[in-house]
């Protein structure tokens, strides 16, 4: 095993089973700290503690029955209402039963294979104010990549499936009140997780009402401003034409607003998370960060990536696929159960807490060979088939997956390209970012990686 492409195992698991209590603390902390080595070699770890009941699922076999085959016993309430609702309210990622199929029925035209080739010219064009910023800051320059990232992935969503005029004032209030909301979520999953109100008072609490308050009503200006478009050409349009298949009225301006801001943070937090972390592993492993990009040049000809490369371009797939293997932007799904259920003998009452920690099945000692390694030959066409479905996730599983996933990883591979292409990466001396989540995963201090333009 060639030791110069093993990852730092950071933060390092605890040493055995922490009790509940402890757990929930380390959560609050940083979930990716609370998971124990042991959950790292089980396919399943229970905890009863005065009766809760919290099954940590690793097993393929079990996510597949909980996400697939049996998904009508599990929800996702009041799990996700207690933690997002005051942001996203019963918007995509949040609705069940017929208001969700309603909605997704809605967007789902919009996030087609062939809708999404017609953005790569939109993807490629985002990274233009970025290399320049970029080349102005010369050779060696230091880049915050987290946050470069960030803005790149929120204009390329405004330029693509939105269709909203995003002022700078808009993009920014998005950014900040985004992460804000998300950086105090923990309390509301841990409230949650105890069966408490998400209402009672914690740390960051009116921060977290404010920075949803404003998400909203950015969404709501966004909507104030726009200004005719196509009726039914992007997800704005959509939304303000539809109409319910049950009754036949249109969508209710709040439910209108409660998407916005769903897509709004689902389609450009997790795809930055994404992209952060795979500038960071090409840094840490330039030999990749070469092949890749003599892949570019070769598939586009010296030519910007055209939608035609996309296809073509399979070690950079390879290598974004690793990346979320490793650094799943999504780091953890949670789900209650709706019936009494037994999963491979273990008995669960109604109302139990089903946790799926992607971020362990993807790093899982008995799925994955070397699971600290980077290794992109993981993602040939014949090492995925032979691969259970529900061993690699980044983007879920079953009716609930990631609508907008075709959407992130062509956007993915198209900007990657673009920034291979004109710019080197390099780790500075002592930069090693920690996995950090707060609903996604992000270096914990962000991303700083030297730039020279080419
Ligand atoms: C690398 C990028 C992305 C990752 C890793 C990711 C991951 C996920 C995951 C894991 C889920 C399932 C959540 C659950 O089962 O509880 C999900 C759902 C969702 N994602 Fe993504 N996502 C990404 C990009 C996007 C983009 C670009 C969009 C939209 C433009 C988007 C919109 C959504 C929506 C609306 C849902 C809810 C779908 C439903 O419940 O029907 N995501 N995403």
Redesign the pocket.
Known sequence: MARETIIAELPIPPKGRLSFPMLILRMIVNPVASWGEDFYGQPAVLYRWFGLQTLYVMDPALIQRI?LDDAESYS?QPLNDDVFGEAIGGG??NAEEDE?RWQ?RL?APLFRAEEMLSYVPAFVSVCAPLLKRWKESGAGGRQRIDRDMTRTTLQA?QDT?LGAGLGDDDRRAIQEAGATFLFYSMWKVVLTSLRLPPTIPHPGARKMARAGKRLRETAEQVLAKRDGGSEDGDLLGRLVTARDPATGSAMPARLIVDNVV??LM???E??S??LTWTLYLLALFPEWQERVREEVRRVAGGEETGRDDIGKLQLLDAVLEEA?RLY???PV??RRTIAPVALDGIKLDKGATIIIP?YVVHRHKLLWEDPLKFDPSRFTPQAKAGRHRCAY????AG???????T??ML??KAILATLLTHARFELPDGEAPVPFARITLRPKNGLTLKVTPL
């Open positions: 996400l996702k995509l990622l969700w997704r967007a969503l499936v769903t897509f689902a389609g450009h997790t795809t998370r994404a979320m799943s932007p999504v799904l949670m992607i996730m980044p983007f879920g009716p609930r997956n990631c609508i907008g996933a959407f992130a956007e993915g």
